[in-house]
């Protein structure tokens, strides 16, 4: 059992930032967008990009006492399967999936996420040689 729920809650939560998300509020309206923003305590929201109605928005503010549900509405970025990948080229032993992150760890230098790879050097241009060859696959999938 999770130490503060609270807390797992909102680290859930928050690895939907930047994500598309679809928000169903309890009136019955739904909205899909990018979740850029979370108030902690009220769970206020902020969209970017969305879409309600067929109606483009660029922002949106959502009260959180209106939420009714919120879900991810795109396939979530495999690091598992990156991280065998990786593994390939730097042994398991040097290749760590940090799922609550949303990162993977090679070799305790390189952070590896689905935006890119934090870190410089030859290593660096492997690991994102690697990651958009995997990105690449995914995406014909």
Avoid: H, W
């Amino acid at each position: 059992m999770p130490g503060n729920p609270n807390r797992e809650f909102l680290l859930e939560l928050s690895a939907l930032l930047n994500k598309r998300v679809k928000i169903i509020l309890e009136s019955g309206r739904v909205y899909t967008g990018i979740l850029r923003g979370i108030q902690d305590q009220s769970l206020n929201l902020v969209l970017g990009d969305a879409e309600c109605d067929n109606v483009k928005i660029f922002r949106v503010f959502i009260a959180g006492k209106s939420i009714s549900e919120i879900t991810l509405a795109e396939e979530p970025f495999d690091l598992t399967g990156l991280a065998k990948e990786l593994s390939v080229m730097f042994q398991p032993q040097n290749v760590k999936v940090i799922e609550e992150a949303g990162i993977i760890q090679v070799l305790d230098r390189f952070t590896v996420s689905e935006e890119g790879v934090k870190g410089t050097g030859p290593i660096a241009e492997r690991i994102s040689k690697i990651l958009e060859k995997y990105k690449a696959e995914k995406s014909n999938v």
